[in-house]
């Protein structure tokens, strides 16, 4: 099912690609733009949570949900996240929504089977408590990510591999850079 999105063998049924996209017709019609899709799925080599894109643009507006991924959800390093297509990928969901369907923000968010490597998950598996958590982390990092478009609440430092945030909250008020050049996501100084 992961690959099989470009097209499909004559008489293939594959039923969950066929009504998603049936669905994206029926809102393309009906003048119903589709900002975000996800696709999920599990990891048998790789450790922790991490999101796959279609590379992002000039402006950098794709990398916004990965890096509020990464804030929602402990188990996520935007240092890990990708955004290189690979030919290999092109009939993968996210690639055929991105190239076929006009969604820019297509990801395939990836939880690993094994488990983390760093923070309370290094060293062990993830529980289903874990997996839930996961769940609800991406959902809130989902509705921050429509606020941004609704309200601009997040914006691009210009020039800046930072994402900052225009909250009250204090916690969510932190700039995030990617890499510290020790393959960590950091935080750094307001």
């Known amino acids: 099912l992961s690959r099989s999105w470009r097209g499909g063998a004559k008489g293939l049924r594959r039923p ?20 975000l899709f996800l696709e999920f799925d599990v990891h048998m080599r790789r450790r922790n949570v991490f999101c796959e894109g279609c590379g992002p643009s000039t402006s950098g507006a794709e990398l916004i949900f990965p890096k509020l991924l990464s804030r929602k959800c402990g188990a996520t390093k935007f240092s890990e996240c990708s955004y290189n297509l690979a030919g290999s990928k092109a009939g993968t969901a996210r690639s055929v929504m991105h190239a ?7 990801y395939l968010i990836y939880v690993s089977q094994i488990g983390g490597d760093f923070g309370a998950w290094e060293g062990r ?35 800046e591999d930072e994402l900052e945030v225009d909250e009250e909250d204090e916690d969510a008020a932190e700039d995030f850079t990617s890499d510290d050049g020790d393959g960590e996501a950091a935080a750094a100084d307001p």
């Open 16 to 35: 969950v690609v066929d009504s998603v996209k049936r669905l994206l017709e029926e809102l393309r019609k009906s003048k119903t733009e589709v900002a």
């Open 100 to 106: 076929k369907h006009g969604i820019a923000c297509s």
């Open 125 to 159: 598996h993830y529980s289903t408590d874990d997996y839930q958590g996961f769940g609800r982390d991406v959902g809130l990092a989902v509705y921050e990510w429509s606020g941004v478009l609704m309200g601009g609440e997040m914006q691009w430092s210009d020039g």
